[in-house]
Every structure is written in structure tokens, then in C-alpha cells.
């Protein structure tokens, strides 16, 4: 397991959509998921684009989520853009 930390930014590939969000596959033990409200930064009255299955993309890190350590990703332009600069 890599050591992550808030406001990194990763590289994955998307592995699955649900109604809630995405997840995106980073080499750790669990995908990282991406919820719906992380994908776009404007909130629209229609279902924000997901990322093609098998895509590569970039996402920020967040955090770890319960005790399965999962991955929580922001797919916001604005957050990828801040975290590039933040290099």
C-alpha cells in the first residue's frame, strides 16, 4: 500500500459505474470510489458524466473511508487542477 495523503493526485482506470458513483482502480488493496456529487464541479439536474469504462484518469486522493481502508477520489476539475499545482 502506497502511503497517500489528502490533496494527492493519482492515476487509475475506471473499473465500474453504480448509481452513486465510480470506481476507479489505483493499485490498492480496495478501487477507489469516486461518489456522484465528486465527479463534476457544477451540480446538474441530470446524471454527471462518468468515465468510460477502462479509461484512464486522473483523480485527487481524499482520504480513507471505514475499516476497509477504501479510497475516496475527487474527479472535480477544479480539485485535479489545484492538486496538478500543488505538484
Known amino acids: 500500500m502506497r502511503d497517500l495523503r489528502p490533496g494527492q ?3 487509475g482506470v475506471a473499473i465500474e459505474h ?3 458513483g465510480a470506481f476507479i482502480e489505483i493499485g490498492e488493496d480496495e478501487p477507489g470510489l469516486v461518489v456522484i456529487t465528486m465527479l463534476e464541479d457544477e451540480p446538474r439536474s441530470r ?3 462518468f468515465p468510460p469504462i477502462g479509461s ?3 483523480a485527487v486522493f481524499l482520504g480513507f473511508n471505514g475499516p476497509s481502508r477504501q479510497p475516496r477520489l475527487s474527479l472535480r476539475p477544479t ?3 489545484r492538486a496538478r499545482h500543488e505538484e
Open 9 to 11: 493526485l493519482v492515476s
Open 18 to 20: 453504480w448509481a452513486f
Open 47 to 49: 446524471r454527471p458524466e
Open 56 to 58: 484512464e484518469v486522473e
Open 79 to 81: 480539485d485535479v487542477r
